[in-house]
């Protein structure tokens, strides 16, 4: 949690940022995607996740930018023990980009984020119990903007990043962008 409020704390950071016309922000939803493991298997949960991010264009070609993501509150069911987890995360962004047309643009991006995650299970005999856990690990993806106008745009974003016990946590969205 406390790399989270850093990651978020450097948004402050970006508000001098303005001036310069290159301050971009944006925010979207899509599907978030985790597997985890689980002993001998593995458990897939998907739900509905949102993304709000704030970045600077430093060259025509790079960008940095600050996200966070809240993959929202997804379940699963073992046998007779049910599972709701929840996941957030705080990443910081280094973001390539290629102009295709004057409105289309490729992305390729490669962070670190910090996450804060929690695994509540219920098997219907014992209380429930709930695992907590927090890091900081690697993340990379893709993404693919049109620019509506010289301001607005949408981008369609894929993030995966590396967590603890999880073998693969992807976030596919649809986001908004106005540049300032």
């Known amino acids: 949690m406390k790399g989270i409020l850093v990651c978020l704390s450097l948004l402050l950071l970006a508000v001098p940022a303005t001036a310069a016309g290159k301050l971009y922000v944006g925010a979207g939803a899509g599907k978030s995607s985790a597997e ?11 739900d509905t996740g949102y993304i709000g991010y704030v970045g600077y ?8 930018e600050l996200s966070y993501a809240d993959f929202g509150s997804p379940d699963a069911t073992v046998g007779t023990t049910s599972l709701d987890a929840k996941l957030k995360i705080a990443a ?3 973001v390539g980009v290629l102009t295709l047309t004057p409105n289309v643009e490729l992305y390729g991006r ?53 967590v603890e016990n999880a073998d693969g946590v992807d976030f596919t969205a649809l986001t908004v962008r106005y540049r300032f």
């Open 57 to 64: 264009r430093v060259m025509r070609n790079f960008s940095a």
């Open 92 to 94: 910081l962004w280094a």
């Open 36 to 46: 985890l493991e689980g002993g001998s298997s593995q458990i897939d949960f998907d």
């Open 110 to 162: 490669l962070g670190y984020g910090a996450w804060d995650s929690s695994v509540e299970v219920r098997d219907g005999v014992n209380p429930p119990s709930t695992t907590d856990a927090d890091g900081t690990d690697l993340a990379w993806g893709a993404g693919l903007g049109y620019n509506l106008t010289p301001r607005w745009g949408i981008e369609l974003d894929w993030h995966n990043y590396e």
